[in-house]
């Protein structure tokens, strides 16, 4: 009884993650733009035929930035949820999430430019 009780509980768990991951992608524009750039970028990691330690690189930078888009809204949430007036440090906190977001994104910009600028270039002549 004790391990149905678990595994309800488990399962519910993996629901209320999942729900809050489909509240950000219906949600916030920005959630829907990482996911096609991530999407476009796994689509030309199977075209150019990318190493095993590229797809790493490239998994782990998709991951981190959307994982940091959920905490960006987590925390845009919770600034709103506290406070509708307009508070300094409430926008600071808004702006630094965000700010993590765009730091991670442009790292992905760097690592997927590493992974296929010279792939690219190679394909097209221009090396």
């Known amino acids: 009884m004790k391990i149905l009780k678990r595994m309800t509980r488990l399962k519910r768990s993996f629901s209320y ?6 509240y950000v992608w219906r949600t916030q524009p920005n959630m829907k733009i990482h996911s096609v750039m991530g999407t476009l970028a796994i689509i030309l990691g199977f075209a150019l035929h990318i190493s095993a330690a590229e797809w790493l690189a490239l998994i782990i930078v998709i991951g981190f930035v959307l994982i940091l888009e959920v905490i960006n809204t987590a925390v845009e949430t919770l600034v709103d949820l506290y406070t509708e007036e307009y ?10 999430a965000a700010g993590a977001v765009l730091l991670m994104a ?13 792939k690219l270039a190679a394909l097209f002549g221009i090396i």
């Open 17 to 22: 993650a999942f729900e809050g991951v489909f």
């Open 87 to 96: 508070l300094t440090l409430a926008k600071h906190a808004k702006d630094t």
């Open 106 to 118: 442009l790292v992905s910009v760097a690592v997927g430019c590493v992974i296929f600028v010279p």
